[in-house]
């Protein structure tokens, strides 16, 4: 079975400051995985995905993240962080024989503080 | 590209009654929409994928007679629950498939906050 883990419920960091939002996963073959970030009150953003190919993926808003096999991670970077990135990231990850079904982390809020 | 809309945003009804909400993809034919449930600070729970002029396919533990969803066009989806009660306010998320590559993302839409009393 496919699943992901999100170890924090919640990352705090101040405003032009690097973050992490961590993400793992547990996938019997190779993992199609992707973030998404979800402001109050609204539906999913997709920030980015990976598939295969390069391990460093980038996506929107800056965000970016690392596919590390060996550690079985893809956690969610972003070099300088903004006030705006503030909202609750989810990391999921698809279901290799259905493609439309897909697992959800728990979610980490990220606080960005000026 | 790729908005899908639901509406109402938000609905309070009285336990007992029956609620629809819509999903819409806008700018796109969506042959496949998902309905998805969140509850507070938890994640979003798949409950049932719905397939343009099919039934839909629910996931283990949705009741089916009570979650009725009708995907009747290429943009438009509805769930529908039935005899509501409190422990079914939820946040109700739908999201639209677009076709060809297996590797597309699933859009979502804003979400519709559902409340009995």
């Known amino acids: 079975a496919q699943s992901v883990a999100q170890p924090e419920d919640q990352v705090n960091v101040a405003e032009g400051n690097p973050l992490t939002v961590k993400c793992t996963y547990s996938v019997s073959g190779n993992p199609y995985l992707f973030w998404y970030v979800q402001y109050p009150n609204r539906g999913l953003q997709f920030l980015l995905k990976y598939i295969t190919g390069d391990n460093l993926v980038k996506g929107s808003y800056g965000f970016e993240a690392e596919f590390n096999k060996s550690q079985t991670s893809f956690h969610l970077k972003k070099p300088s962080a903004l006030v705006s990135d503030s909202a609750l990231y989810f990391c999921?990850?698809?279901?290799?024989?259905?493609?439309?079904?897909?697992?959800f982390g728990s979610g980490t809020k990220l606080n960005v503080k000026p | 590209g790729a908005v899908v809309s639901q509406h109402p945003s938000w609905v309070i009804c009285k336990s007992g009654t029956s609620v629809k909400i819509e999903c819409r993809s806008l700018d796109f034919q969506a042959t496949t929409m998902f309905w998805y449930r969140q509850f507070p600070k938890q994640s979003l729970m798949l409950m049932a994928t719905?397939?343009?002029?099919?039934?839909?396919?629910?996931e283990q533990g949705v009741e089916k007679d009570k979650f009725l969803i009708n995907h009747a066009s290429l943009t438009l989806s509805t769930l529908t629950v039935t005899s509501a009660h409190p422990e079914d306010s939820s946040f109700y998320i739908c999201?639209?498939?677009?076709?060809?590559?297996?590797?597309?993302?699933?859009?979502f839409g804003p979400g519709t906050r559902l409340t009995v009393l």
């Open positions: 719905s397939n343009e002029g099919s039934k839909a396919t629910y």
């Open positions: 999201s639209a498939r677009t076709s060809g590559s297996s590797y597309n993302e699933q859009f």
């Open positions: 999921a990850v698809r279901d290799l024989y259905n493609f439309n079904k897909f697992y």
